[in-house]
């Protein structure tokens, strides 16, 4: 495994689940990212860690909770969600020291019902 | 207030036509200006960046971009597309005032006619 990758792709879920979406870096990277992609939006940054600890959380609902055990996963805990919330969530990883350079997974598109 | 736009949503070019992508940006302090390009159904990947030095950068895939401090601009153009340039391009910048996260732009989406 190369790159960025996360799982799962797609997720359906009801308002009342709990699920969560999974991202590994490959890199040897030290600081991950999510970010949330809506149609016809800029990217919204939700949470960022660096070096396992989150340096970032942009007023971001409790029904999202981020959890970054080392340096190469991150985790982004979901239940209670709102149809609103349906997006693609993309994982990012970069390098502390190269702002701005950030390499994304594929994304997992998540639905809402 | 820090902000990114790409005036365009989406723009139709014909395959071997030369493109050229608008951002204009609002940001107080020195910017690192940035391209990333999505392809359908993946992730973004950085087309180039500019932080300091030549104005003119040179990226992957055969882009360029070209930074004007009096404009707040940073457009970025190739000479002439392939079909496989259909994507969405989006433009960020970063800095010290939003702790060296990115702001983004909204997308501008490039169709290729054959």
């Known amino acids: 495994e190369t790159g960025v990758t996360q799982t799962p792709r797609h997720l359906v879920m009801g308002m009342t689940n709990k699920k969560s979406l999974k991202c590994e870096q490959h890199l040897g990277h030290n600081a991950m990212y999510w970010y949330k992609q809506s149609a016809k939006k800029p990217l919204e940054l939700m949470f960022v860690y660096n070096f396992k600890e989150q340096t970032e959380n942009n007023s971001v609902p409790s029904r999202f909770s981020p959890e970054c055990p080392n340096s190469s996963h991150l985790f982004l805990h979901l239940h209670t969600l709102q149809p609103e919330d349906s997006a693609l969530y993309l994982c990012?990883?970069?390098?502390?020291?190269?702002?701005?350079?950030?390499?994304f997974g594929e994304g997992s598109r998540l639905t809402v019902l | 207030a820090q902000s990114v736009t790409q005036p365009d949503i989406h723009i139709t070019v014909s395959e071997g036509a030369s493109l050229e992508l608008r951002c204009n940006y609002s940001?107080?302090?020195?910017?690192?200006l940035f391209w990333y390009v999505q392809s359908p159904g993946q992730g973004l990947q950085l087309l180039l960046k500019y932080f300091s030095g030549d104005t003119l950068v040179q990226g992957i895939k055969g882009f360029e971009a070209e930074f004007k401090r009096s404009q707040s601009s940073f457009n970025l153009r190739k000479p002439s597309v392939h079909w496989s340039d259909a994507a969405e391009y989006f433009c960020?910048?970063?800095?010290?005032?939003?702790?060296?996260?990115?702001?983004w732009g909204a997308g501008t989406k490039l169709i290729i006619k054959p």
């Open positions: 940001y107080g302090a020195t910017p690192y």
């Open positions: 960020a910048v970063g800095g010290m005032d939003s702790n060296y996260q990115l702001i």
């Open positions: 990012a990883s970069s390098q502390i020291g190269r702002p701005g350079e950030l390499f």
